[in-house]
């Protein structure tokens, strides 16, 4: 069973920055790898980025290029998201997934860390 847990949100100022972390517990290595989604109020959840656990490839929507970045721990079994140059547009709950090696799947889920940017 793996086990994802966020942390770091909070209320930032429009071009300001943050620092998303998920902690994962269970067997997470020998998956594809971790990412980040995030869902607005009245929109549908989407994808933010994605780091693979074997060799550290990473993968980012179009809205977040240039200004997020993923990178992972190893050693601490944890996944960061730095957020940077924040917009309003970026305003939303943001979620940590696991997915699988064999089926691809987003199968684990942690419980959410709310994001909130202010003009």
């Known amino acids: 069973q793996v086990q994802l847990v966020e942390s770091g949100g909070g209320l930032v100022q429009a071009g300001g920055s943050l620092r998303l972390s998920c902690a994962a517990s269970?067997?997470?290595?020998?998956?594809?790898?971790m990412g980040w989604f995030r869902q607005a109020p009245g929109k549908e959840r989407e994808f933010v980025a994605l780091?693979?656990?074997?060799?550290?490839?990473?993968y980012y929507a179009d809205s977040v290029k240039g200004r997020f970045t993923i990178s992972r721990d190893n050693a601490k079994n944890t996944v960061y998201l730095q957020m940077n140059s924040l917009k309003p547009e970026d305003t939303a709950v943001y979620y940590c997934?696991?997915?699988?090696?064999?089926?691809?799947?987003?199968?684990?889920w942690g419980q959410g860390t709310q994001v909130t940017v202010s003009s």
């Open positions: 780091i693979r656990w074997s060799g550290g490839s990473t």
């Open positions: 269970g067997r997470t290595f020998s998956r594809y790898g």
């Open positions: 997934a696991d997915r699988g090696l064999v089926q691809g799947e987003y199968d684990y």
